[in-house]
């Protein structure tokens, strides 16, 4: 957190310097709600229940499975599509959690609006962790080195584990995982040679031709907002259907989550059903006019084709890779309270 104050005060040297860039900047503090606020104790008490097995039915499976940081917050062994109990293989691609703290909405579909409604959603899923919250939450009270650190984390609690105190646990944990400084960065605060000439090409690029920040906007290169981005041609069905499903209106049908393209080139592969393998297909799709052309139900307006060539989508893809900074440091637990 330290560093990221820091790196907080350096950007604000950078502002005086160059209005332009203040959007692109991180902001001062991660977003946080007044009845959850982070303190050390609660997101240490969220790592070791986000790493936790025994959180899942069958004791092998953790937050973590799905959403590893040395995978860029999402499957640790990649997929098109999580695979979560028992093999059993979801609908769609892991999101990744890093930087979800900016986001107003979880999940592709957002149809949770904090972090703390996301947190249970995966333990129950029975393709994912499959463990109904009736049987988790008894079973984590009779951990007695559980029972003391939530007395510790959440001194109303008095040790008693709700389902309530398991979100907002697990939620400070989440906050916490924030994009560290990348080429982009340095270069955006005012040093020139931060990125390649080829990168700062495609960074031309990726605002003025291509159209990308369009959606890829601000210092979460994301809007916050749901596109179809023209991956499926007919009609959709299931969760091909999107926020759809969340509320049947017609300007969400076939829509997803933009996501954000911090450490993207760690994420492989890409959109909501994990069938883009590349960047360069994935700069391809959105920059030409999706996958599909004429037979898209509700696509995007912002998706046509900008005749991108191959020279400038290997432009803006080696401006993406810049968008790559260190694995935050981070001590993954191997030990759990008995």
Not at 12 to 39: C, F, H, I, Y
Request: net charge positive.
């Amino acid at each position: 957190m330290i560093k990221i104050l820091l790196a907080t005060l350096l950007l604000g040297v950078a502002l005086q310097a160059n209005e332009d860039a203040s959007k692109w900047l991180r902001p001062a503090e991660v977003p946080q709600p007044k009845n959850n606020k982070m303190t050390p104790e609660r997101i240490e008490l969220g790592k070791l229940l986000y790493f936790d097995t025994r959180l899942s039915a069958n004791d092998t499976i953790s937050c973590a499975t799905c959403h590893h940081p040395l995978s860029g917050w999402t499957d640790l062994n990649p997929a098109p599509k999580a695979v979560g109990f028992e093999g059993r293989v979801g609908p769609r691609n892991s999101p990744v959690v890093l930087n979800t703290a900016y986001q107003n909405r979880q999940f592709w579909d957002g149809r949770a609006r904090t972090l703390e409604q996301q947190a249970l959603g995966p333990i129950e899923a029975d393709v994912e962790m499959n463990m109904p919250l009736t049987t988790l939450i008894p079973k984590l009270n009779k951990i007695k080195g559980y029972q003391k650190l939530f007395k510790k984390a959440y001194p109303k609690s008095k040790g008693i584990i709700t389902k309530e105190y398991l979100a907002k646990a697990i939620a400070s944990f989440e906050r916490t995982v924030v994009s560290t400084i990348a080429p982009f960065d340095k270069y955006i605060m005012g040093d020139s040679n931060a990125m390649s000439k080829k990168a700062q090409a495609g960074f031309e690029l990726f605002r003025g031709k291509a159209l990308c920040s369009t959606c890829h906007d601000g210092f979460n290169f994301s809007d916050g907002s749901f596109h179809n981005i023209g991956l499926n041609d007919g009609e959709l069905k299931g969760k091909e259907l999107g926020r759809y499903n969340v509320k049947a209106r017609a300007a969400w049908y076939g829509v997803f989550k933009t996501p954000t393209l911090r450490d993207i080139v760690k994420s492989a592969p890409y959109m909501h059903d994990g069938s883009v393998k590349s960047l360069t297909e994935a700069t391809h799709i959105c920059g030409n006019g999706g996958r599909f052309i004429h037979n898209v139900k509700n696509k995007s307006t912002f998706i046509m084709d900008n005749e991108l060539s191959r020279s400038e989508i290997s432009k803006i893809t080696t401006f993406l890779h810049a968008l790559e900074g260190p694995n935050m440091k981070l001590h993954i637990p191997t030990k759990f309270p008995q």
